[in-house]
């Protein structure tokens, strides 16, 4: 049962309208384990989402049509197998840019996934390039999946077509995110303890390293681009002493927040590839993270039932949504409780915030106020993600289904929408500096 401050009344409280279910079916003997939806995925240019159904398969659906579906068929709509099923073996032959459904074996558990769009301007950050195989145009899609067995995947979004295979990780890639600058640079998060950053536009082949000594890579003469082990990488970040769960980049790509276990949020600067700071607050595990679109505030979701919302510039925390009231102390809060917030996500009005938690309850924010605006039942979810234009918001559950709500729309100020234009430009330490009254600059810095 969710439970409310005081002030409000559960009563009040706005259910959620419900857009659609994709239900995942499964076999008689299906194991349950293996099943789980990590994470769902909509496409920057808002044409594709992307779902882990369970025991490795990614479906991609055009989101247009499965919008039209939903109002066509009603709500429900059980995903099969009807769709058409590609594999690394596909031939270019697919009509490129034209959506179509696709089902994808990526031959592993499923446990993230990432949409990359490409920019021609943007170049390769390799000054050495030898040669390229790939030519990255501006209608290039990719999608990136993270499976069990530590590899990355990348693969064209059009086709279908496997187009790299990046292997560095000796654990569970747990998380993907592209920089937003479309300069197709990759951050994995790993329970290795790692992050890694890949440029997808950096085809050199490099040296490999054994023991400290330089010796010539095998992949140079054979060059198998479906197992490029010591391509593409360019850094490892090192810092978490534990599992690394969740990593997202700021809108304009300069800084990289990635959070794990024993309560850890880093920040990191990604021009630099060096920490900038620790983030202290929590008192369990932090699962995942979130910029603003403006990137001026920074949402961390952990398993101590609270949604902290940070000034990222500055490390002060802003705001605490709590899942539970009153609120539990440090000790219950470090341990098991039925509030696991699993998943945050900002919505591109700089608004509203989504948390989905263990008690069966997804709850939407306002960035202004300490309880959630509206609520919609959920059993089991793990993750979710508002849609390109913000108005749905999509979250997965442990048997590979994706539900889908109405969020909650209204139009934004003149103060607000000047907020984030400045804020776009500006961190905290300029702000603060402007020969404006305090209480502009209060606002400015989301302190009111």
């Known amino acids: 049962m969710a439970s409310f401050p005081p002030r409000v009344n559960e009563k009040e409280i706005v259910r959620s309208r419900t857009i659609g279910e994709l239900l995942a079916v499964a076999a008689p003997f299906d194991k349950k384990c293996g099943r789980e939806n990590w994470t769902v995925a909509f496409a920057p240019d808002g044409s594709y989402f992307a779902w882990s159904q369970g025991h490795s398969t990614v479906k991609l659906v055009p989101w247009s049509q499965c919008l039209k579906n939903f109002l066509l068929h009603g709500t429900k709509n059980i995903t099969n197998s ?15 840019n034209k959506p179509r459904e696709h089902i994808i074996d990526c031959g592993d558990i499923v446990w993230s996934l990432a949409f990359g769009s490409s920019v021609p301007e943007k170049q390769s950050r390799c000054v050495n390039i030898e040669w390229h195989r790939f030519k990255f145009g501006q209608d290039q899609l990719l999608l990136a999946t993270g499976l069990n067995n530590g590899r990355i995947k990348i693969w064209d979004v059009y086709t279908g077509k496997l187009l790299l295979n990046l292997v560095d990780h000796t654990e569970v890639v747990r998380d993907l995110t592209f920089a937003p600058d479309g300069s197709l640079i990759l951050v994995s998060a790993s329970r290795d303890k790692t992050l890694r950053v890949w ?4 085809d050199v082949v ?5 023991n400290g000594d330089s010796v010539k890579c095998k992949l140079q003469e054979s060059r198998d681009l479906h197992c490029l082990t010591c391509r593409n990488m360019m850094k490892v970040l090192r810092g978490h002493q534990n599992w690394v769960y969740s990593c997202a980049f700021s809108p304009d790509s300069s800084m990289l927040c990635s959070v794990g276990a024993s309560k850890a949020v880093f920040l990191w600067n990604m021009d ?20 603003s679109p403006d ?18 510039h500055t490390g002060d925390i802003l705001m605490e949504l709590g899942h539970m009231f009153p609120p539990p102390t440090p000790i219950f809060a470090g341990g098991a409780n039925d509030r696991w917030v699993r998943s945050v996500s900002f919505s591109n009005d700089g608004l509203h915030i989504a948390s989905l938690a263990d008690d ?5 924010w306002r960035i202004d106020e300490d309880y959630p605006v509206q609520v919609a039942p959920l059993s089991n979810g ?7 234009d913000g108005s749905v918001l999509a979250a997965g559950t442990h048997d590979g289904s994706v539900y889908f709500w109405a969020t909650p729309r209204q139009i934004p100020s003149l103060q607000h929408l000047c907020r984030m234009s400045i804020r776009r430009v500006m961190p905290t330490q300029q702000v603060q500096q402007l020969p404006i009254p305090s209480k502009v600059l209060e606002f400015l810095s989301y302190r009111i």
């Not at 009807?82 to 490129?96: E, H, T, V, W």
């Not at 440029?199 to 950096?202: A, I, S």
């Not at 490099?206 to 054994?210: K, L």
């Open 82 to 96: 009807s769709g058409l099923r590609l594999s690394r073996q596909n031939s270019d032959g697919a009509q490129k």
């Open 199 to 202: 440029d997808l536009k950096d």
């Open 206 to 210: 490099r040296m490999c390293f054994e």
């Open 272 to 291: 630099k590839y060096t920490m900038i700071r620790k983030l202290e607050g929590h008192h369990h595990d932090v699962v995942a993270c979130d910029f």
């Open 295 to 312: 990137g001026a505030l920074l949402a961390t979701a952990s398993y101590d039932t609270r949604v902290y919302i940070w000034d990222p």
């Open 360 to 364: 069966k309850m997804v709850r939407f």
């Open 382 to 388: 793990l993750c979710c993600a508002f849609s390109t």
